[in-house]
C-alpha cells in the first residue's frame, strides 16, 4: 500500500505537518483497507490536512479516482498494476508504506471444485 496520484497534479509535500489541504480519496469506514491505512496515517506528519474528496469501498474504485486526478489514494501495487491506465499514476513517496499479507483458509471438508481450483492457483503462485 503506497500513496498514488495522476502523473500530471501536483506533489504534495508529504513531510510537513502544516501546508495546503490535500485531496484524499478515502477507503470506506466498513472496508478493511480503511482500518490498514487508518493505521499507516496516524504515524504521518501530514495526516491532518487530508481532506476527503471521495470514499468508495474498494481499492480499484480509488484507483480510477487517483487516475481522473480526484487526489491522493493509498493503492495496493497489484491493484495499481493491474489497471491499464495504471500509467497515468505515480507514487509520491515511499516513506510510509504499509506492507500486507493475506492469509487464505479453507475447511478441509470443503470439496468444491471452485474451492479447489481457487486453492490451487494460489498454490502455483506461491511457487513462482
Given at each position: 500500500m503506497l500513496p498514488y496520484i495522476k502523473q500530471q497534479?501536483?506533489?504534495?509535500?508529504?513531510?510537513?505537518?502544516?501546508?495546503?489541504?490535500?485531496p484524499y480519496l478515502e477507503y470506506a469506514g466498513t472496508s478493511f483497507l480503511s482500518r490498514v491505512v487508518e493505521h499507516t496515517l496516524k504515524r504521518t506528519p501530514f495526516h491532518k490536512r487530508l481532506k476527503t474528496v471521495y470514499r468508495a469501498t474498494l481499492a480499484e474504485s480509488l484507483c480510477t479516482g487517483a487516475i481522473n486526478g480526484f487526489g491522493i489514494a493509498w493503492l495496493p501495487e497489484s491493484v495499481v498494476v493491474s489497471n491499464s491506465r495504471a500509467d497515468t499514476l505515480r507514487c509520491v513517496s515511499e516513506d510510509w508504506p504499509e506492507p500486507m499479507q493475506i492469509s487464505v483458509f479453507s475447511a478441509a471438508s470443503n470439496k468444491r471444485p471452485i474451492v479447489q481450483r481457487i486453492i490451487s492457483q494460489l498454490h502455483e503462485m506461491e511457487a513462482t
Open positions: 497534479d501536483y506533489s504534495p509535500d508529504l513531510l510537513e505537518a502544516r501546508g495546503s489541504r490535500i
